[in-house]
């Protein structure tokens, strides 16, 4: 241990997996400079509410963690590389004993052992839980062994820091950040052995969505265009259960249905004619009901709302009922959610059904790495939910912790190992550090003079209806053809921003609006991914055009018509449609398509470029996903 | 019919930086259902003129989640230290007035620099003491109602309401307050975490620990996630005076 050199580790990100990673490589006996835009305690995996899943197996249901991995990958619509997700699933009844030591208040059974609750996309008990705000207390418990490390002298926090590229030497090796001082204003460079991305999703892409004003990508937008690829991005998880808002659509968690929460709108029984409460999810997927994975719920609440006009009285409503459930086992398995309500809705969910809509929620897709979250830059890992390992294109509720807490697991110490592989290259040099930092200061004196007509705020705005309008639930290629050209159009109009702050203290509105150039960035990557990808698989949905139709192979055309029967193009909106109204999508083409989405930054024109990748999908045989039935395997 | 947009007036206390003068300007926002503070600051963010029609920098603050767990964006609101995005126009009085928690040394506008509170946590080692992240074993059984005490306490977000509220934590008093002290007793309850609770009592023995404590009760009035805060520092205070024997008579 004493000879060993010191290796200086820098993190980005203080969530759930930045915080495990910096712990492993404390452990290992590196040193940590971890950057975080707020206190690393305030980091977005505190919104996690429901749980994390781990094959526990206490509840005499005969749960494997064999079930775990098969419900992942077919949960995810079999795009997730299978050994990565089987690393996943071993390892985690360990980790969820690794977080009961450390202190975390899981729910408890009579006897003191943890409980476990049902959750979508699963027939067995398999979700640790600590009331529901399993997130916070999971990202406490780390923060609290962080803080212990920071008095040890293992880390150096660097809060309210904004990370703003990546420094690589002279064979493109990633040995350093340019990050920027929140308050201050003042840029500096650092340099590192290595560098570990824990930015989190790209939420705010879409404005309204369940994530923290903080999860805007820009991170994983700024290292695409320094030459990282993606992976997966048009797969973007839309929840099924949030409550819109103007500021914010707030999740309401998966649990609500896991602890018996019912779905349902008002419409007139077909027999009869009188009005009834019709549990829709229930009719359609007998075998799990309410519990069906995410992006199938979505897509179920957006033809009974959007298409077939039955939502509420407002009309993007639907009912998310737990009154008929007793008031004290709700308080024990649910409190916090259910205060959330009433605080932000004025109304109390143990007496009157709550009205939810689908929201933008999570990406399963972000940068790509391998199996040890090594990007395709040397020196420069990401783990956690910016990169796109794991869920492949649907996340089962539950994984996300799971995932988050995991990758930090194998990028910590794999960032150590590469430190002392020696395969890291030389260290920057002074001009190399300098030249960076001056070319970031450059940048934001740039931005500090910009005198348009344009609101960043505003156009922010505006780029989240337009991503909501067209890369959502239900996709078309005419769409995402209309999307990338507004995308450009919204990006040509960055330009034209005006700031009214010009000073160089605490400036939110100019650091926004370097953010606001990343985001617009990351959304064209997802809009091309999604153009490019013709089939529907998880959370990519797309509705078949008569141009598609022409040119699709016959073996699809036959699963179609199998499902479908007689169909027709909607004369206005060219999308085809069958004869009981419902829209007809692509169907999974494996052939094609069971392929990784690549994304690179073209430099010249700054577009992304689509290309595709193999993976490692041996182990578990590809089936169609069918939630109206109990899964075979 | 066209209906005349109802307005909400704001009348915030700025501040352009550590030690500059703090001065108030008047905002109008569009009023609509469920509207709260956070919201209605994005909505100056995207259009910052004051009720006097000047255009200015947009108001500076801190928040995250908007959805009262990250504890970032607590302010003074009408005058209670309070969370903005759960703050509901509807259930305050007009005009609403903001301004920052000044416990708490101003960075600019509503924004604060809260990191005495971490630095506090560090004080009376708020962690488990585990040997390392790998297996050991399983981790021990614990008494579910014991856990649920423990739940409630973890709440805690380190948002400060409870230091801005109580007379005790200032420039007069080095009391480290309330939110930190209570997270002591969550530690000395956990099973593995009891083991070094004779640290935690003690380093609440010395200046700025429990015995600053006035008893104000001010700190449970304000909590937003409702945790008995009172209740445990008496129980905290009891548990110090014990180890204050302790240590007398095991000399």
Known sequence: MANKPENKIIVVGGGLSGLMATLKICEGGGKVDLFSYCPVKRSHSLCAQGGINACMDTKGEHDSIYEHFDDTVYGGDFLADQLAVKGMVEAAPKLIKMFDRMGVPFTRTPEGVLDLRNFGGQKNKRTCFAGSTTGQQLLYALDEQVRRWEVKGGVKKYEFWEFIRIIKNKDGICRGIVAQNMNSMEIVSFPADVVILATGGPGQVYGRCTASTICNGSAVSSVYQQGAELGNPEFLQIHPTAIPGSDKNRLMSEACRGEGGRVWVYRKNPQTGEKERWYFLEDMYPAYGNLVPRDVASRAIYKVVVHMGLGMHNPNRVYLDLSHIPADYLERKLGGILEMYDDFVGKDPRKVPMEIFPSIHYSMGGIWVDREHHTNIPGLMASGECDYQYHGANRLGANSLLSAAYSGTISGPESLRYARSGKNGEPLTDAEMEAARQSAVDEFEKILQMNGPENAHQLHHELGDIMYKYVSVERDNNGLRECVEELKKILKRWENIGITDRGHWANQEAMFVRQLRNMIIYAMAITQSALQRDESRGAHAKIILEKDWNDMAPDLKERVTKKHGEFHFDKETGRATDDKGDLVFMERDDTKFMRTTIVKFDQENEMPVVSYREFEHSLIKPRLRNYAVAKKE | ?251
């Open chain 2, 1 to 251: 019919m066209a209906e005349e947009q109802k307005k909400v007036r704001f009348v915030i206390e700025r501040q352009d930086g550590p030690n500059e003068k703090p001065y108030t300007q008047e905002f109008d926002v569009d009023y609509r259902p469920g509207l709260n503070v956070v919201a209605a600051l994005m909505e100056i963010q995207k259009h910052p003129v004051t009720v006097d029609g000047k255009r200015v920098a947009p108001v500076t603050w801190e928040c995250n989640c908007l959805e009262k767990v990250c504890g970032a964006c607590m302010m003074v609101i009408n005058g209670k230290a309070r969370q903005a995005c759960c703050s509901l126009v509807d259930k305050l009085d007009q005009p609403i007035h903001l301004a920052p928690a000044r416990t708490f040394p101003v960075i600019r506008d509503l924004l604060i620099d809260r990191s005495v509170m971490f630095e506090s946590l560090k004080r009376i080692q708020g962690w488990v003491e585990i040997d390392g992240t790998w297996e050991v074993k399983d981790a021990p059984i614990q008494n579910p109602y014991t856990a649920q005490t423990a739940y409630e306490i973890s709440h805690c977000m380190t948002c400060g309401c409870c230091l801005e509220a109580c007379p005790n934590v200032g420039p007069q008093s080095d009391f480290i307050g309330p939110a930190p002290t209570v997270q002591a007793y969550l530690f000395n309850l956990h099973p593995l975490g009891k083991f070094d609770a004779p640290k935690r009592l003690n380093a609440l023995m010395q200046k700025g620990g429990i015995t600053s404590c006035g008893n104000s009760q001010n700190c449970v009035e304000v909590c937003p996630k409702n945790i008995k805060l009172t209740t445990y520092l008496a129980q905290l205070n009891r548990d110090v005076n014990k180890q204050a024997l302790k240590n007398i008579f095991n000399h």
